[in-house]
């Protein structure tokens, strides 16, 4: 049986992923910072849901503290939570930006690592973007390298680097980050076109069920490792 918490899973890409590792079997801890919304989308699928801000301490350690009474492990851990503002760039919006996007991985990651150590098989994946990666936004044959989104690139490029970091830190837990494409979600419902929250999920699934050879401290997309 395979423990799996999800953050900011209540919809879009977290939401479907949910439902395809519950496909395979896995016991999934739905997050949501919203009570209301999160035990909609965990009665939904069947999950199991528990409240989880990635932006305040005390609801991250309650979440962790609560998988860990009730299941003593976790075996897979999704940073799917994320913001992408838009209008003005200032300091109160670049700190709400980097704390949802880049200090809350830090957050979860912390809170989780001595559960992710009692796994025999422990996988961390972070949703980032290529719109973080320095190689994809100075390409002019990438779609990033038309984007403006400053705030939420410069935090996807930290995400990334946590990413990077963290696997290194630790060589007994994969650590993997990925582009998951442009997606139709809620959070870039001003951009027409995306491909369904569906597509964008297998490469979560894939990299969250890697077994013990598998890669890490990687950049992905669901054609292979991206440089960034």
Request: proline share 4%; hydrophobic share 40%; aromatic share 6%.
């Amino acid at each position: 049986m395979t423990i799996t918490l999800i953050t900011g899973a209540n919809k879009g890409i977290g939401f479907e992923t949910a439902r395809q590792l519950l496909e395979l079997g896995h016991v999934v801890y739905l997050g949501a910072r919203d009570v209301e919304r999160g035990e909609k989308a965990a009665a939904a699928l069947g999950a199991r849901f528990v409240q989880l801000d990635v932006t305040d301490d005390a609801s991250v350690n309650s979440a962790l503290a609560r998988i860990d009474s009730a299941e003593g492990r976790l075996d897979v851990l999704v940073h799917n939570a994320g913001i992408l503002t838009t209008g003005a760039v200032d300091g109160p919006t670049a700190l709400r930006v980097f704390d949802t996007n880049a200090v809350g991985i830090v957050r979860v990651t912390e809170a989780a690592l001595p559960l992710l150590r009692r796994s025999s098989n422990p996988n961390v994946v972070t949703v980032s973007s290529s719109a973080g990666s320095f190689w994809a936004v100075n390409n002019p044959d990438r779609p990033e390298f038309h984007l403006t989104a400053t705030l939420y690139s410069a935090s996807k490029s930290a995400a990334t680097m946590l990413t990077v970091q963290y696997a290194k830190a630790h060589p007994g837990i994969r650590f993997n980050a990925l582009e998951p494409g442009f997606t139709a979600t809620d959070m870039t419902a001003a951009m027409e076109g995306g491909r369904s929250p569906e597509e964008s999920a297998r490469t979560v699934v894939r990299l969250a069920t890697l077994d013990a050879d598998g890669p890490t401290g990687t950049f992905q997309d669901e054609t292979g490792e991206l440089p960034w």
